[in-house]
């Protein structure tokens, strides 16, 4: 039988090693590891390592120069020159499955069969495409507020955000492990709560000048919007109301909402036309550029 070559929109599974060509240090490697598994051409990889897979036969082996992008989130290799020995284990068609009910099930779609899977699909894709655009508007214009507005800090309010940042990290990466925050420097922190304290400040300050409350229109909308994820929406909605320190959370981003639309409607507003894909992509955080 004749082995596959790398086209796009194949699946490709692959083995391979990173080193840094400068030192020959190799820096990740999938050996020990299952193959890596991803659909070319769908920039799943960094740029330059799908494309150049192409016409690669299963079986064979190639090695790609390549440079991580300036905005990637490791700041070891952000626009570092790395080279890739990669070898193409298996090369495959993509195969969509058959839309069936025991296909729905999986999806938690228990009867109205393809036209009920295919509403929930188009809900889900709206309620992700309406969240992605307002974080990316209001994290644009808190980036805005932050370059505009120049406050002097009191150093307890950054050591404060430091503390918290350390222990988000724990709590995302740490294993369940508990770690010492004292170990992690602060200097890794202290740009990022530099500027969380300033927004923190320069939020609190339009509030306070403009007399702005939570909208309890848009909390409750929020809040339902959380729920009509859930299987028991009004439980979900009961329990938010029964417990302060979730309602308040709740309050919190819709304040931020409420100064987005403020800032908003008096500023010159430049339209961006995106595809869905580009939409729902989180903007790279502020300094990442390098």
């Not at 193959?35 to 897979?53: D, N, R, T, W």
């Not at 499955?97 to 296909?103: A, G, K, R």
């Not at 919007?225 to 959370?249: F, N």
Request: glycine share 6%; no cysteine.
């Amino acid at each position: 039988m004749t082995e596959l070559t790398v086209k796009e929109n194949m699946v490709a599974s692959v083995h391979y090693t990173g080193t840094l060509p400068d030192s020959g240090e190799v820096f990740d490697s999938s050996e020990g590891r299952e193959p890596l598994s991803f659909l070319v051409g769908h920039k799943q990889m960094i740029p330059g390592f799908e494309a150049g897979l192409i016409g690669v036969k299963a079986g064979d082996e190639t090695v790609l120069k390549l440079k991580f992008p300036k905005d990637y989130h490791s700041d070891d290799l952000k626009g570092t020159a790395v080279v890739f020995s990669v070898k193409v284990n298996t090369v495959a068609n993509k195969e969509l499955p058959e839309l069936n009910d025991e296909f729905f099930k999986l999806y938690g779609v228990e009867e109205g069969g393809e036209a009920k899977f295919r509403e929930d699909i188009q809900a889900n894709m709206e309620r992700e495409l309406r969240n992605a655009i307002r974080t990316k508007v209001k994290n644009r214009i808190m980036n805005q507020l932050f370059e505009l507005n120049k406050v002097e800090l009191p150093a307890a309010l950054v050591t404060n955000e430091i503390t918290n940042l350390k222990q988000q990290m724990v709590q995302q990466f740490g294993g369940g492990q508990e770690i010492d925050l004292s170990m992690l420097p602060d200097d890794m922190f202290k740009e990022k709560a530099e500027r969380r304290a300033a927004l923190g400040i320069i939020v609190s300050e339009l509030v306070k000048v403009e007399e702005i409350t939570p909208d309890e229109v848009q909390v409750r909308a929020r809040i339902d919007e959380i729920a009509s994820t859930y299987e028991q929406p009004k439980e979900v909605v009961d329990y938010y109301y029964s417990k302060p320190e979730l309602l308040s959370s709740v309050e919190a981003v819709v304040l931020e909402d409420q100064v987005t639309e403020l800032v908003l409607a008096k500023a010159k507003v430049k339209e961006e036309v995106l595809s869905y894909e580009d939409a729902v992509k989180p903007d790279p955080e502020p300094g990442s550029e390098g």
